[in-house]
């Protein structure tokens, strides 16, 4: 082989192993930030919401939507899961609403930490809740000593009427979806013949059945997590009931879909990457 050959020869052998330490270095730094620094990185989202059947009476009324917190999965420790809590009511809500998935699993080892940050919660009307999938996958009952303990309403197909002036708004919820719990029939006997209708549900494709209905204004769920990991060009890897809807705002006909991405991570990979996590205020406009 000639000198010249040999030149060229070691100038591509170095020039792909400098692209290769280079893609090295890029996939190292990214892993570090989409497990460390992202799912840590809270996002404050307002999002105004007009809805024709609210009194103005509830004008301006801010709801802040808590969802998908996966306790001692991902980063979301006892430490961790009261910093949400406190920004969460750092927001000065009229009302917190819960919307599912507070563990990936083990809800006995999880029950303290939940009663902790759950204590932590406070709003002008309280907080109400709704279990996901995750919540049925086995005995919820660790969950609901927690909500107990948090003095948190538990919304199991039920509806739960909040009045200002002689005016109501009504805040209905199903249990969850995915395990064939959720009523909407029995849900829907129970609400009040005045006022706006707001759904809770975990599942967010859920959407299309209850805007059928035509007695909700709004339905706020969770569960998708905005598809956790968002790279361009390549589509969102998200759960059954998660598919059709699965981040922000939507016009169901009648009704108003918000799909917030949630606050923990599930994995594998329990990570994040252009998805972060997300407190969600959610402030009422009357037409």
Wanted: charge should be positive; glycine fraction near 8%.
């Amino acid at each position: 082989m000639s000198k010249n050959m040999r030149m060229r020869w070691r100038r591509l052998v170095l020039g792909v192993i400098r692209l290769a330490l280079i893609a090295i270095a890029i996939l190292f730094t990214t892993s570090v930030y989409a497990q460390g620094v992202e799912p840590r990185w809270f996002a404050i989202k307002t999002i105004d919401v007009q809805l024709a059947g609210l009194d103005p009476a509830f004008e301006g009324y801010k709801i802040v939507q808590l969802t998908d917190l996966h306790a001692r999965s991902g980063i979301m420790d006892r430490t961790t899961l009261a910093k949400v809590a406190r920004i969460a009511t750092a927001q000065q809500p009229d009302l917190i609403a819960l919307t599912g998935d507070y563990i990936t699993s083990g809800a006995s080892k999880s029950e303290e930490m939940l009663a902790n940050a759950f204590s932590l919660l406070q709003a002008k009307d309280g907080v109400v809740a709704i279990m996901g999938n995750h919540d049925r996958g086995e005995d919820s009952s660790p969950l609901e000593r927690a909500f107990t303990a948090g003095k948190i309403k538990l919304l199991n197909n039920a509806v739960h009427s909040i009045e200002r002036q002689g005016s109501r708004l009504n805040i209905a919820g199903v249990d969850d979806v995915w395990l064939r719990r959720a009523n909407l029939p029995q849900t829907i006997a129970q609400l009040p013949n005045t006022g706006a209708n707001i759904l809770l549900a975990h599942e967010p494709d859920f959407g299309d059945i209850a805007a059928a209905s035509y007695q909700f204004e709004l339905q706020l769920s969770g569960h998708s997590h905005g598809g956790q990991i968002v790279l361009p060009f390549a589509p969102r890897v998200t759960p059954p009931w998660g598919k059709k809807y699965i981040n922000g705002l939507y016009h169901l006909g009648a009704m108003q879909l918000y799909v917030s991405p949630g606050v923990g991570t599930t994995g594998p990979p329990k990570a994040r990457f252009n998805c972060r996590p997300e407190i969600s205020v959610i402030v009422l406009h009357h037409v």
